[in-house]
């Protein structure tokens, strides 16, 4: 490593051109994601001066960019070696070491607007990354600074400098704490809302997205109702402004729909407040003539915003949704016909009203009247047929409706297994087929036993889905859970299957336990998401064992199954409560069915840490489950207790 460094240090220093300099700076970039240990002292000067000297060089912005990329990708390292704490990989500190020179310069960076801006990534927008980054690690110690630099510019006459103050505003809301973070929104408010009215379109944007951060960072001050009305007056009218500023706008909604929604047993909330106003405009951005203008589709921006006001909406706006129902369907008809009024995106439209009908559909519930739940799935079957073939909005819409109804959905069964087939088959379509497996998991839960005529075409084929090495992985995850599903609605019926799926998720905990962390950002929630999967399926074939009245298919997995518990307790996934649950959940359930013949297990530390951590819960659910759990445990420590009197269990 410390060759290849003097080399590339050598070279880049030489300033060679072209692409021997922008490959000779990715091969930097590459030594500080894996070196991040032997990068100090003498290298990370090195690496100062190259990247600073190119960051600066504002026509090379591809190798500015790069350069940027670097300082991030320490940035990361070290907010995860902070959050982790470990003696054996600790944070050396290299950002507050060239925070000196570094914080000057990315503040700087931010003013560097260029027409490349347009695009998704530019200079600036990397530097206000970087900064916000930066922030995480530095918190109080870079705030002055960052704070005199939003004072000198914010009111500036020239643009690109107020822009700039915008952008650094939004890098310090993850670095101070909340009770800081409040008090300056609440001082900035008035400015931050004059800009989204400034002459400047570039700065309207920007102003936008600042808002949509607020929300989604610090959203306490708009829990406020002056703020929130104040806010709310200026933003809706900016809907209407060009495609980019009313896409951030979308954005800003998007946010403040999900963080404000009401808390537990709360019939209203102050969206509520502009429900039919927010939802009247965002409806019409929808259908705007440049709804899909180039790099920017505001049409799916404003359909995302509007399916989160409605999945985050209160009890009271109730008496709207038959409204938005029926404006959803009497539009989605409209799109299977000539006369649509932009045919060329028809299709388009179709994906983004079934995504909406989703939620409407199951915040209806037993309100959606099951002669017209049956019409929406006749149409949405008919553009199938429109569209010659299942589509993966079309089919979670019809999982949308079969939540609503529930267990009287068996009417329409018949209807959907066809084009449920053609989802779970769809060999090239990943997404398409996740959809048919939620479909799937939906149908199990409302129909229960009666979905059991599947079984024998659907189990092998979902174990064949999780042998076959080109399955992507999330899809396997989803097969895993829905496995569960359908063990838990068809007890006896699921029984051949066990032994087949028992020996997958054997297979499946030792792989969730061996996946190491490695440089995708997606690993971290796929490796909690798989393990998540494994123990809802185990749950759910718990109940095919009861039903079975026999243990003897379980036995040889529940040592095992214990080890496992065991290992994920101790993991990080267990600092999350939800996380928690299933694991105690599991125990409860295994200790009610095989009593005091797994006696030995149920005395390991384990099972008493988790249960007391979620005996502390601040949620309800979650204490009863631990007290049931608790009593099913100690009752199984008493002598004579089995729910399935099996003499060969165990």
Same mark, same amino acid.
């Given at each position: 490593?410390?060759?290849?460094?003097?080399?590339?240090?050598?070279?880049?220093?030489?300033?060679?051109?072209?692409?021997?300099?922008?490959?000779?700076?990715?091969?930097?970039?590459?030594?500080?994601?894996?070196?991040?240990?032997?990068?100090?002292?003498?290298?990370?000067?090195?690496?100062?001066?190259?990247?600073?000297?190119?960051?600066?060089?504002?026509?090379?912005?591809?190798?500015?960019?790069?350069?940027?990329?670097?300082?991030?990708?320490?940035?990361?390292?070290?907010?995860?070696?902070?959050?982790?704490?470990?003696?054996?990989?600790?944070?050396?500190?290299?950002?507050?070491?060239?925070?000196?020179?570094?914080?000057?310069?990315?503040?700087?960076?931010?003013?560097?607007?260029?027409?490349?801006?347009?695009?998704?990534?530019?200079?600036?927008?990397?530097?206000?990354?970087?900064?916000?980054?930066?922030?995480?690690?530095?918190?109080?110690?870079?705030?002055?600074?960052?704070?005199?630099?939003?004072?000198?510019?914010?009111?500036?006459?020239?643009?690109?400098?107020?822009?700039?103050?915008?952008?650094?505003?939004?890098?310090? @809301?993850?670095?101070?704490?909340?009770?800081?973070?409040?008090?300056?929104?609440?001082?900035?408010?008035?400015?931050?809302?004059?800009?989204?009215?400034?002459?400047?379109?570039?700065?309207?944007?920007?102003?936008?997205?600042?808002?949509?951060?607020?929300?989604?960072?610090?959203?306490?001050?708009?829990?406020?109702?002056?703020?929130?009305?104040?806010?709310?007056?200026?933003?809706?009218?900016?809907?209407?402004?060009?495609?980019?500023?009313?896409?951030?706008?979308?954005?800003?909604?998007?946010?403040?729909?999900?963080?404000? +929604?009401?808390?537990?047993?709360?019939?209203?909330?102050?969206?509520? +407040?502009?429900?039919?106003?927010?939802?009247?405009?965002l409806w019409e951005n929808a259908f705007r003539v440049d709804a899909f203008a180039e790099n920017v589709s505001?049409?799916?921006? $404003?359909?995302?915003?509007?399916?989160?006001?409605?999945?985050?909406?209160?009890?009271?706006? @109730?008496?709207?949704?038959?409204?938005?129902?029926?404006?959803?369907?009497?539009?989605?008809?409209?799109?299977?016909?000539?006369?649509?009024?932009?045919?060329?995106?028809?299709?388009d439209y179709q994906g983004l009203l079934c995504g909406a009908l989703q939620p409407v559909c199951i915040k209806?519930?037993?309100? @959606?009247?099951?002669?017209?739940?049956?019409?929406?799935?006749?149409?949405?079957?008919?553009?199938?047929?429109?569209?010659?073939?299942?589509?993966?909005?079309?089919?979670?819409?019809?999982?949308?409706?079969?939540?609503?109804?529930?267990?009287?959905?068996?009417?329409?069964?018949a209807k959907i297994y066809p084009y449920l087939g053609q989802a779970l088959q769809s060999p090239d379509d990943?997404?398409?087929?996740?959809?048919?497996?939620?479909?799937?998991?939906?149908?199990?839960?409302?129909?229960?036993?009666?979905?059991?005529?599947?079984?024998?075409?659907?189990?092998?084929?979902?174990?064949?889905?999780?042998?076959?090495?080109?399955?992507?992985?999330?899809?396997?995850?989803?097969?895993?859970?829905?496995?569960?599903?359908?063990?838990?609605?068809?007890?006896?019926?699921?029984?051949?299957?066990?032994?087949?799926?028992?020996?997958?998720?054997?297979?499946?905990?030792?792989?969730?336990?061996?996946?190491?962390?490695?440089?995708?950002?997606?690993?971290?929630?796929?490796? /909690?998401?798989?393990?998540?999967?494994?123990?809802?399926?185990?749950?759910?074939?718990?109940?095919?064992?009861?039903?079975?009245?026999?243990? $003897?298919?379980?036995?040889?997995?529940?040592?095992?199954?214990?080890?496992?518990?065991?290992?994920?307790?101790?993991?990080?996934?267990?600092?999350?409560?939800?996380?928690? +649950?299933?694991?105690?959940?599991?125990?409860?359930?295994?200790?009610?069915?095989?009593?005091?013949?797994?006696?030995?297990?149920?005395?390991?530390?384990?099972?008493? /840490?988790?249960?007391?951590?979620? +005996?502390?819960?601040?949620?309800?659910?979650?204490?009863?489950?631990?007290?049931?759990?608790?009593?099913?445990?100690?009752?199984?420590?008493?002598?004579?207790?089995?729910?399935?009197?099996?003499?060969?269990?165990?």
């Open positions: 490593f410390f060759q290849a460094e003097d080399g590339i240090r050598d070279s880049v220093a030489s300033r060679g051109l072209g692409d021997v300099y922008k490959r000779q700076t990715q091969c930097l970039l590459e030594a500080a994601k894996n070196f991040y240990d032997y990068i100090g002292g003498p290298i990370l000067e090195h690496i100062g001066l190259l990247t600073i000297d190119s960051i600066k060089k504002i026509e090379e912005e591809d190798i500015a960019l790069i350069c940027l990329e670097i300082w991030s990708c320490i940035c990361d390292e070290e907010i995860e070696r902070q959050e982790k704490s470990s003696i054996d990989e600790p944070c050396k500190n290299y950002i507050k070491t060239a925070s000196g020179v570094l914080l000057p310069l990315l503040l700087e960076t931010l003013k560097n607007y260029t027409k490349d801006d347009e695009n998704e990534w530019s200079i600036s927008i990397s530097s206000a990354c970087c900064l916000s980054l930066m922030a995480k690690i530095l918190k109080d110690v870079i705030a002055s600074p960052i704070m005199e630099f939003i004072s000198a510019n914010i009111s500036s006459p020239d643009w690109k400098l107020r822009n700039a103050a915008l952008l650094a505003f939004t890098s310090i @809301l993850n670095g101070l704490e909340k009770t800081q973070v409040s008090i300056l929104i609440e001082k900035a408010l008035p400015t931050l809302i004059a800009l989204l009215q400034d002459p400047k379109p570039q700065v309207q944007e920007t102003a936008a997205w600042t808002f949509a951060k607020i929300a989604e960072n610090a959203s306490e001050v708009f829990k406020k109702v002056e703020e929130f009305d104040s806010v709310m007056a200026h933003l809706i009218p900016c809907l209407k402004n060009g495609p980019r500023i009313s896409n951030q706008v979308c954005f800003a909604i998007h946010n403040l729909a999900e963080s404000l +929604k009401p808390q537990d047993k709360d019939t209203t909330c102050l969206m509520s +407040k502009v429900y039919q106003q927010v939802m009247q405009a505001l049409a799916q921006s $404003s359909f995302a915003a509007l399916t989160n006001v409605i999945q985050y909406a209160s009890p009271d706006i @109730l008496i709207y949704l038959n409204a938005v129902f029926s404006m959803l369907i009497e539009t989605f008809v409209k799109t299977m016909h000539p006369t649509f009024s932009n045919p060329g995106r028809a299709q209806l519930g037993s309100n @959606l009247p099951l002669e017209i739940a049956g019409n929406v799935i006749n149409i949405i079957i008919e553009s199938f047929a429109y569209r010659k073939g299942v589509y993966d909005e079309g089919i979670i819409a019809l999982a949308g409706v079969i939540t609503a109804v529930g267990n009287m959905a068996n009417p329409f069964a990943t997404i398409l087929c996740r959809a048919g497996v939620g479909l799937l998991g939906d149908l199990a839960r409302a129909l229960e036993d009666k979905i059991s005529p599947l079984l024998p075409d659907t189990i092998p084929f979902l174990l064949r889905k999780l042998q076959n090495e080109e399955t992507e992985r999330n899809l396997k995850v989803s097969i895993i859970s829905v496995l569960g599903d359908l063990a838990s609605a068809t007890g006896k019926a699921f029984g051949p299957y066990l032994g087949d799926v028992l020996a997958m998720l054997k297979s499946a905990s030792t792989l969730s336990t061996e996946l190491q962390i490695d440089d995708d950002p997606d690993s971290v929630p796929y490796i /909690k998401a798989l393990k998540e999967s494994i123990l809802e399926s185990y749950t759910g074939i718990i109940i095919t064992v009861k039903e079975l009245q026999t243990t $003897s298919i379980l036995d040889p997995y529940v040592g095992d199954l214990f080890q496992y518990l065991n290992i994920l307790s101790g993991t990080e996934h267990a600092d999350t409560l939800d996380f928690v +649950k299933l694991l105690v959940g599991l125990v409860g359930d295994l200790a009610n069915l095989y009593g005091k013949k797994i006696q030995p297990l149920l005395i390991a530390p384990f099972v008493s /840490k988790i249960i007391d951590l979620l +005996k502390k819960s601040a949620v309800k659910e979650y204490r009863q489950l631990a007290n049931w759990a608790q009593k099913s445990v100690s009752l199984a420590l008493k002598p004579q207790h089995s729910l399935i009197q099996d003499n060969n269990a165990i």
